[in-house]
């Protein structure tokens, strides 16, 4: 049996920016209390012409070209997403055919694991190479939460913004720099399903005139209940992967939260007691952006020089489900 390790990052984000100030021209919110509730001060919003499988591309490309891996060289493509082109085809197949692969027959499916999708993928992605099904597999967690959600709910637009982050993984190899993946955790409890939905548009509620009209198709959450949830669930994250690696502070290289709210983080730090420094944050730039909230930190976090060689990095999202996970990852 091998493991698996990641050979290069990538991410994308669209161009347009809505920042709160935006909001308060058109609904009854001010910049203040965005900022004291969330730490968000804008997040990016794709263009009309703009579907997640557009953001997926931009990402792929540039996580393959950061790993030195052809398209061609792919043998599987993941791509973590709650908002899909369409129902059917899956994003990823769509994917595929943008990478000009639509002729290569290699499999192709999308992953539904809400804001934990990146590293559902992730995990699915390694035990794929430890297993020896494939050698080189692309990973994307892409949104284009603007198309759920809605702009006249104050409580719910706020929180979201667009993008996509990827990585090319494959067995850790010996002829270029890999990130070897130490281990990932994984769970789900759908008890708490209806803490943040979609209630309409699937086969319980099909679409009709009347769950247009009410609404139906954008996400609800029940925020406070959410708070409580990924405040318990980041402490219990963090503390577990440190203590199946034995790692005390000063081991770890980086923590990469999910980029959901800024006082989730900081109460997590409170509890935790650890450096502040040692957190990757972005999430008053583009929000929570689901899925390539995780890879998209990751991704500026590699660029920017955040991540030390040989040093763990730990990764931890929770979302919709409920779902939550964590990954380490030697650097
Ligand atoms: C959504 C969230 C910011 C709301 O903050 P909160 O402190 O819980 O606020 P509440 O929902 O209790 O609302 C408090 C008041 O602020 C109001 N409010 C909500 N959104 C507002 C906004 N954008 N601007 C101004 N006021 C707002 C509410 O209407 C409410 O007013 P009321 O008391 O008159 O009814 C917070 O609950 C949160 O971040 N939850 C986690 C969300 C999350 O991470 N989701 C993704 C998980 S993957």
């Not at 804001?115 to 390694?126: H, K, M, P, W």
Request: aromatic letters at 6%; glycine letters at 8%; charged letters at 20%.
């Amino acid at each position: 049996m091998c493991s698996a390790a990641i050979y290069g990052t990538g991410a994308y984000v669209p161009h347009k920016t809505l920042t709160n100030e935006d909001f308060s021209r058109t609904l009854d919110t001010t910049d203040e209390w965005i900022t004291t509730r969330t730490g968000i001060k804008e997040r990016r919003i794709a263009a009309p012409d703009q579907a997640t499988s557009d953001l997926c591309l931009h990402a792929a490309r540039a996580a393959l070209k950061d790993a030195g891996i052809a398209p061609r060289d792919l043998d599987l493509i993941i791509v973590g997403t709650i908002t899909p082109d369409y129902p059917t085809p899956s994003t990823a197949c769509i994917l595929q055919q943008k990478l000009g692969l639509g002729d290569k027959t290699i499999p192709c499916f999308d992953l539904s694991a809400a804001c934990s999708g990146f590293i559902y993928a992730l995990t699915t992605a390694s035990a794929y190479i430890t297993a020896g099904l494939a050698a080189r597999v692309l990973v994307v967690g892409s949104e284009a939460t603007s198309r759920i959600v809605d702009y006249s709910d104050r409580r719910t637009c706020i929180l979201f913004g667009d993008g996509a982050g990827a990585a090319v993984l494959g067995p850790p190899r010996t002829d270029g720099p890999s990130h070897k993946v130490l281990s990932t955790r994984l769970y789900a409890d759908g008890n708490h399903a209806g803490l943040i939905s979609i209630p309409a548009g699937g086969s319980a509620r099909p679409a009709s005139r009347e769950t247009c009209d009410s609404k139906l198709h954008y996400i609800r959450l029940n925020g406070r209940e959410v708070f409580r949830f990924g405040v318990i669930k980041v402490v219990e994250m963090i503390k577990d992967a440190m203590a199946r690696h034995n790692l005390m502070p000063a081991d770890v290289g980086a923590i990469i939260p999910h980029q959901a709210n800024m006082r989730i983080i900081e109460a997590a730090v409170e509890r935790l007691a650890l450096p502040w420094d040692l957190f990757i944050i972005n999430l008053q730039r583009y929000g929570n952006t689901s899925s390539a909230s995780v890879p998209l930190a990751l991704d500026e976090a590699s660029r920017a020089g955040r991540l030390v060689k040989g040093k763990p990095v730990i990764m931890l999202a929770f979302g919709g489900g409920m779902t939550w996970a964590s990954a380490v990852v030697e650097w």
